[in-house]
């Protein structure tokens, strides 16, 4: 594969972002080499700056769902383009993906739209430590919600590909009021509220995590969750930026059947443009200004742009569309798990509707620890072969894989095929 155009660009970026970057999950620094730059996308693919064309399993961390640049939300971007781009005013199409997201998810009767997932869901924190008059916030290891410092400890996704458990720069005395604990480890949760049931303000939960990888929790720990938070009076937060409308119509907790007081949305409700929010019952989101006295803020929130990206995109995705996209992660998951056996490559995939990981181990992990304790030096290898070969993960072992519902069989047998040549490389016959 050609680079020339990609190195040259990096090369100027570099000079320009920390890293080359504006998001350092994207500087390979995990997996090592040279990152590609990206010049245009269609449908399932990417194509770099040098012409090379790739199928694309990172779709932007989330939000191209319905496959990059899809005619219709081109078309209702386009038709809002005309109309204006930003007014700074309330305008009707906050309204309507307002709307379209409560119909989806019944337990948001309040939604306040931001710009990022981190926006989202450091403002939910600010909301439930008002809410309850307390401080403590508990989180998983492994979770990733966002860079606000509440939730920098022993975060998921680039936190755990620059191996930063918790950042510089986080005062001490702020870190001290989160605590995090194994994920679907019911004993270690209870024993928090345990010992600072009186202190804690919510829990904060990836329903199913996508930040250490994708690894669902068990029914029993979330519904463990949600009766000590109801019990001790503690918010349960379900940060549901990546799952929100990801893994089917209600989300995780449509899928768990489980009430979060709060839930923080992003991505794929912004359609591809910068979009987050959080919502919950009425009587908790009337706390936020200018109802109430919690202060939250936004020059872009509701852009009329990302909106109407946002509405476009969940129209596109009923029932048909995620089973579509369910039968595709369901051929790839076990695929790549033939063909590592064939290869007797050791590799155990974990996978719901639209997002899987592969990791380099015997059996599933089930929380942080055992994600650590994968092979990661195989799974850069990995990624490396299938990126040659036109085939592209997220550079990182941490972060999970995404289908759209424009990859097809054609995609997932072009990306098997790439996987038998990728583990044959591990042990050639
Ligand atoms: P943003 O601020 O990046 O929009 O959202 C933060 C966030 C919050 N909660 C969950 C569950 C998330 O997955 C994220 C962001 N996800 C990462 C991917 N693992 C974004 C990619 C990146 O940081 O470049």
């Given at each position: 594969m050609k680079k020339k155009l990609s190195a040259e660009a990096m090369q100027e970026a570099r000079e320009l972002f920390p890293g080359g970057v504006n998001s350092p999950v994207r500087a390979f620094q995990s997996v090592g080499g040279e990152p590609v730059v990206m010049?245009?996308?269609?449908?399932?693919?990417?194509?770099?700056?040098?012409?090379?064309?790739?199928?694309?399993?990172?779709?932007?961390?989330?939000?191209?769902?319905?496959?990059?640049?899809?005619?219709?939300?081109?078309?209702?971007?386009?038709q809002q383009l005309k109309k204006g781009i930003?007014?700074?005013?309330?305008?009707?199409?906050?309204?309507?993906?307002?709307?379209?997201?409560?119909?989806?998810?019944?337990y948001i009767e309040k939604i306040r739209m931001v710009n990022s997932g981190t926006e989202a869901i450091m403002s939910a924190?600010?909301?439930?430590?008002?809410?309850?008059?307390?401080?403590?916030?508990?989180?998983?290891?492994?979770?990733?919600?966002?860079?606000?410092?509440?939730?920098?400890?022993?975060?998921?996704s680039g936190v755990s590909t620059l191996g930063l458990p918790d950042s510089p720069g986080v005062p001490r005395n702020l870190a001290a009021k989160s605590i995090s604990v194994t994920y679907n480890d019911s004993e270690a949760i209870r024993e928090v509220f345990e010992e600072r049931r009186q202190e804690i303000a919510c829990v904060v939960v990836e329903p199913i995590a996508g930040n250490m990888g994708c690894i669902p929790a068990s029914?029993?720990?979330?519904?463990?969750l949600r009766s000590l938070t109801t019990k001790h009076g503690a918010l349960l937060i379900f940060d549901e930026v990546m799952t929100g409308f990801r893994v089917g119509m209600g989300g995780a907790q449509g899928l768990y059947n489980i009430e979060p007081d709060l839930t923080v949305l992003g991505k794929i409700i912004g359609g591809g443009l910068p979009v987050g929010a959080f919502g919950g019952k009425t009587h908790l989101m009337r706390e936020i200004a200018p109802d109430g006295p919690v202060y939250q803020a936004g020059t872009l929130s509701g852009n009329p742009l990302a909106m109407?990206?946002?509405?476009?995109?969940?129209?596109?995705?009923?029932e048909e569309t995620y089973s579509g996209i369910w039968e595709q992660t369901q051929t790839l998951a076990s695929g790549f798990e033939?063909?590592?056996?064939?290869?007797?490559?050791?590799?155990?995939?974990?996978?719901?509707?639209?997002?899987?990981?592969?990791?380099?181990?015997?059996?599933?992990?089930?929380?942080?620890?055992?994600?650590?304790?994968?092979d990661i030096g195989k799974f850069n290898r990995f990624f490396h072969s299938m990126l040659k070969q036109g085939i592209y993960f997220g550079p990182s072992a941490y972060e999970a894989a995404f289908i759209s519902a424009a990859h097809n069989e054609e995609t997932t047998k072009k990306t098997l095929e790439a996987a038998e040549r990728a583990f044959s490389e591990f042990n050639p016959s």
């Open positions: 010049d245009s996308a269609s449908g399932p693919f990417l194509k770099d700056l040098d012409g090379n064309i790739y199928i694309d399993y990172i779709g932007s961390w989330g939000p191209m769902i319905a496959g990059h640049n899809h005619p219709s939300v081109v078309k209702k971007v386009e930003s007014f700074g005013t309330p305008a009707r199409p906050e309204n309507q993906l307002a709307k379209e997201i409560m119909s989806r998810m019944p924190i600010r909301l439930a430590r008002a809410a309850t008059g307390r401080e403590l916030i508990v989180k998983f290891d492994g979770g990733y919600h966002g860079h606000s410092d509440s939730v920098l400890v022993e975060a998921g029914n029993d720990f979330l519904r463990l109407s990206a946002g509405l476009a995109t969940l129209e596109l995705l009923t033939e063909v590592a056996r064939n290869r007797s490559v050791e590799v155990s995939v974990t996978k719901v509707c639209g997002m899987f990981s592969i990791f380099f181990t015997k059996s599933t992990p089930k929380n942080f620890r055992d994600v650590k304790g994968s």
